[in-house]
């Protein structure tokens, strides 16, 4: 059986998404964020479920909802912006494979 890829984001965010293929749900809220994900993370289709860290701050309860179950597998990413410096987006790359390899990686 294979899984498909989800996206749960808002409307900007959505957009690039779409221009890669895929077919990203919209939340504009965090409310309407965590109904969609309820829902997603209920049907076996999902595999990964890429989810807006704005809208849905805490992956956890709906992690915790489902312990006899690895898939799908929620993945946080940061909503794109303007604030960060290259050496703060940079740094925070680096974490987040720090994070999924379990080791730090140089990227210079």
Same mark, same amino acid.
């Given at each position: 059986?294979?899984? !498909? +890829? /989800?996206?749960?984001? $808002?409307?900007? &965010?959505?957009? /690039?998404?779409?221009?890669?293929? %895929? !077919?990203? !749900? &919209?939340?504009?809220?965090?409310?309407?964020?965590? #109904? %969609?994900?309820? @829902?997603? +993370? /209920?049907?076996?289709?999902? /595999? +990964?479920?890429? +989810?807006?860290? $704005? %809208?849905?701050? $805490?992956?956890?309860?709906?992690? !915790?909802?489902?312990? $006899?179950?690895?898939?799908?597998? %929620?993945?946080?990413?940061? #909503?794109?912006?303007?604030?960060?410096?290259?050496?703060? #987006?940079?740094?925070?790359? #680096? @974490?987040?494979?720090?994070?999924?390899?379990?080791?730090?990686?140089?990227?210079?």
């Amino acid at each position: 059986m294979s899984h !498909r +890829v /989800g996206v749960v984001g $808002d409307e900007g &965010v959505s957009l /690039g998404f779409r221009l890669a293929g %895929l !077919r990203p !749900r &919209v939340a504009e809220s965090p409310e309407t964020a965590m #109904a %969609l994900l309820d @829902e997603m +993370v /209920g049907d076996a289709r999902w /595999g +990964v479920i890429l +989810v807006q860290e $704005d %809208l849905v701050p $805490d992956l956890e309860p709906l992690t !915790r909802s489902r312990p $006899d179950s690895s898939m799908p597998i %929620l993945v946080p990413f940061p #909503a794109p912006s303007r604030a960060r410096t290259p050496d703060e #987006a940079e740094a925070y790359v #680096a @974490e987040l494979l720090r994070q999924a390899v379990g080791y730090r990686v140089r990227l210079r």
